[in-house]
T-cell receptor, first 115, second 111 residues
Framework: DVKVTQSSRYLVKRTGEKVFLECVQD?????MFWYRQDPGLGLRLIYF???????EKGDIPEGYSVSREKKERFSLILESASTNQTSMYLC??????????????FGPGTRLTVT | KQEVTQIPAALSVPEGENLVLNCSFT??????LQWFRQDPGKGLTSLLL?????REQTSGRLNASLDKSSGRSTLYIAASQPGDSATYLC??????????FGEGTQLTVNP
């Protein structure tokens, strides 16, 4: 079974702090994704990475950055956390876009509260 | 731009009923469609994946159908149980790596 893990289930941070959310997958997937999920807004893509050190902006990249130094690990960084970044953050991984078995697998989520 | 709509937004049924969740998409040039389940405060669990060349997929009490030309998919749940209570999301994949998600249907199965 594909396993995607996220470093924390719940996180509370103060405004202005630098926040790191970590995601690890064990299926040797090329693609990794970071989403945020908010009531009434659904799932929104923040960033994704299609290879080590490669990244592409999603729909809402402002206020976030990412790092992918190893294939299995994808980090989301909030440079200076703000209260409007309070949300559920979901990580996912998948094979490459052209893969016959393309499917996204999600981690358990991190509920981040910024106070 | 692909848009995915799920109707209804919420559904409440008594235990034992068969039910259908709907998903529609605006661009029929999809690669595949994936149905997910999400429990409150948790991540998404993949239920069924239908390739664009397929008409349906089945897993246990779940059956998903795909009509690409009309831009529709349905998720049929047979003999619903309280444990089926969750939010169900559909997502479509185009030529790239990104998925376009619907807003989900929140299902409540009452004992």
């Amino acid at each position: 079974d594909v396993k995607v893990t996220q470093s924390s289930r719940y996180l509370v941070k103060r405004t202005g702090e630098k926040v790191f959310l970590e995601c690890v997958q064990d299926m040797d997937h090329e693609n990794m994704f970071w989403y945020r999920q908010d009531p009434g807004l659904g799932l929104r893509l923040i960033y994704f990475s299609y290879d080590v050190k490669m990244k592409e902006k999603g729909d809402i990249p402002e206020g976030y950055s990412v790092s992918r130094e190893k294939k299995e690990r994808f980090s989301l960084i909030l440079e200076s956390a703000s209260t409007n970044q309070t949300s559920m953050y979901l990580c996912a991984s998948s094979p490459p876009a052209g893969s016959r078995s393309y499917e996204q697998y999600f981690g358990p989520g991190t509920r981040l509260t910024v106070t | 731009k692909q848009e995915v709509t799920q109707i209804p937004a919420a559904l409440s049924v008594p235990e034992g009923e068969n039910l259908v969740l709907n998903c529609s998409f605006t661009d029929s040039a999809i690669y595949n469609l994936q149905w997910f389940r999400q429990d409150p405060g948790k991540g998404l669990t993949s239920l069924l994946l239908i390739q664009s060349s397929q008409r349906e997929q089945t897993s246990g009490r779940l059956n998903a159908s795909l009509d690409k030309s009309s831009g529709r998919s349905t998720l049929y749940i047979a003999a619903s149980q309280p444990g089926d209570s969750a939010t169900y999301l559909c997502a479509v994949k185009g030529s790239g790596s990104r998925l376009t998600f619907g807003e989900g249907t929140q299902l409540t199965v009452n004992p």
